[in-house]
């Protein structure tokens, strides 16, 4: 697996914005996808944004028209553009990284980081 390091959470209003970053430890071309869940307490972790190696996106109902991720090959960041934030938004917020090998997906994950969205 590749090491993945996210970043960029705290605590904003709602209506604000906020942009979390992952940094892959090598290349992100070496995943077939990356993507940003969330996991709110008592709640089961969720796909919020999905990025394929080919650029192709896809989002969570949620997310859409809200949020925007987006890749930096050249720095090897993976970024999630969070607007007009709304409190059913607080989770921890994962970046992940699918790797397929021999017909299995290999998982990565960064370690997490807190949005919290209140006012």
């Known amino acids: 697996q590749v090491q993945l390091v996210d970043s960029g959470g705290g605590l904003v209003q709602p209506g604000g914005s906020l942009r979390l970053s992952c940094a892959a430890s090598?290349?992100?071309?070496?995943?077939?996808?990356m993507g940003w869940y969330r996991q709110a307490p008592g709640k089961q972790r969720e796909l919020v944004a999905a990025?394929?190696?080919?650029?192709?996106?896809n989002y969570a109902d949620p997310a859409k028209g809200r949020f925007t991720i987006s890749r930096d090959d050249a720095k090897n960041m993976v970024y999630l553009q969070m607007n007009n934030l709304k409190p059913e938004d607080t989770a921890v917020y994962y970046c992940?990284?699918?790797?397929?090998?021999?017909?299995?997906?290999?998982?990565?994950w960064g370690q997490g980081t807190q949005v919290t969205v209140s006012g």
């Open positions: 990025i394929t190696s080919g650029g192709s996106t």
């Open positions: 090598g290349s992100v071309f070496t995943f077939n996808a």
């Open positions: 992940n990284g699918k790797l397929r090998l021999l017909g299995r997906d290999y998982d990565s």
